[in-house]
């Protein structure tokens, strides 16, 4: 053979002589019935062809609305491969019943050209917040600061009720705005968790990468400006959406991000305050006591001075380990104490359950509270 090609039956190789292989694992079936349904998903059950019953979970506003009966094409490889976030087969198509085009035009740029999941199959085409076809776009051509807007800042997705939960126990009548970076699920839709918290949240603005927020907003940087200038929050949360990637490494792991997003606020003129990811309860010890996530996107990362949120009343032995794993940091960040007294009740009233890495509120009290109190410090910078 010549040139560049490949030998019939060798694996195609991509440069620097790493073999390529498949990376999405491929099911047909049929959707055998509805399951639950949430704003921007539903739940299936889908036969398999070969036999069997997977649980799956489609995106209407991407693939259309599924029906019994419909032959759906699947990405299964998540839930085969066992992950906890994504253990679902994802329906990637309807191919026998395909969705209508949107009623706007699309052949032009009136209706957005911000593309999201860019250059994979199921590319959306949104409106972003501040593009010139968007009726917000003369506010934010002119916006440039956040006037102290206090941003709590979190590595995972499953801090955000526990972080409302303090803004709102203090500030009931807060508006705050959501952030979703895209270090974890791309579709706001995947969250059940938001879902629940949308009467509670003065709106979604899905930044980089995400969609199906309220917002779309092309970097961190004018989701926030758009968080201030066009949902008018008192407080904004930025965090990832479900689905941490971790490698069990100090710097892969998605949430390093978190850093990132301090630095953001900081350029904007906004106050970071960062909430930690703190536990007595995670069986690995990378993660009890301040976990080493918090440590590097706080203590490498973060180049701007945030406000390291502890809070009171955790165990003797725990605090101790806390404010040992803290001590370096004390130079480039304020470390505060936070009273929690109520931030208990205020978490048990949730609209949404508590959960992270499988844990409970009572099982893993201490990460719940620390999100709290985060939320409670940024509230008390309302006065």
Do not use: C
């Not at 860019?118 to 959306?124: A, D, G, S, V």
């Amino acid at each position: 053979m010549t040139g560049g090609g490949t030998a019939p039956g060798a694996a195609p190789r991509w440069g620097g002589g790493l073999a390529w292989r498949v990376v999405v694992r491929w099911r047909v079936g049929t959707v055998a019935g509805l399951r639950r349904r949430w704003a921007g998903a539903v739940e299936l059950d889908v036969e398999v062809a070969g036999g069997g019953t997977m649980r799956a979970l489609a995106y209407p506003e991407l693939v259309g609305e599924p029906e019994a009966g419909d032959r759906v094409l699947l990405n299964v490889g998540a839930l085969l491969m066992g992950l906890g976030t994504g253990g679902y087969a994802l329906v990637v198509a309807l191919p026998d019943r395909l969705p209508p085009d949107p009623p706007q035009t699309l052949d032009s740029r009136d209706a957005g050209h911000l593309v999201k999941a860019r250059y994979t199959p199921l590319q959306p085409i949104l409106l972003g917040v501040d593009e010139p076809a968007s009726p917000h776009h003369q506010a934010l051509a002119a916006a440039e600061d956040l006037a102290g807007l206090p941003v709590v800042t979190a590595d995972l997705h499953s801090a955000l009720p526990a972080i409302l939960a303090g803004i709102l126990a203090d500030a009931p009548h807060a508006r705050v705005a959501y952030l979703l970076t895209d270090g974890g699920a791309l579709p706001a839709w995947f969250s059940r968790t938001l879902a629940g918290l949308r009467d509670e949240l003065a709106g979604t603005i899905s930044v980089g990468q995400a969609f199906g927020g309220d917002l779309e907003a092309s970097t961190l940087h004018s989701g926030l400006l758009a968080a201030r200038h066009v949902l008018h929050a008192d407080v904004a949360v930025v965090a990832q959406g479900p689905g941490n990637l971790g490698t069990g490494t100090r710097w892969g792991f998605s949430g390093v991000a978190v850093g990132e997003a301090v630095n953001a606020v900081a350029t904007l003129g906004g106050r970071p305050v960062g909430s930690l990811r703190i536990s007595a309860a995670d069986p690995r010890p990378r993660h009890r006591g301040v976990s080493h996530h918090s440590l590097t996107a706080y203590g490498r990362v973060a180049l701007a001075r945030a406000e390291l949120v502890v809070p009171d009343g955790l165990d003797p032995a725990l605090a101790a380990d806390v404010d040992a794993a803290l001590a370096p940091l004390a130079g480039r960040h304020a470390v505060l104490r936070v009273d929690t007294a109520g931030l208990d009740a205020a978490l048990r009233r949730s609209p949404v359950p508590l959960s992270t890495m499988g844990r409970g509120l009572d099982a893993d009290h201490a990460y719940f509270l620390a999100a709290a109190a985060a939320g409670r410090h940024a509230a008390s910078l309302l006065a």
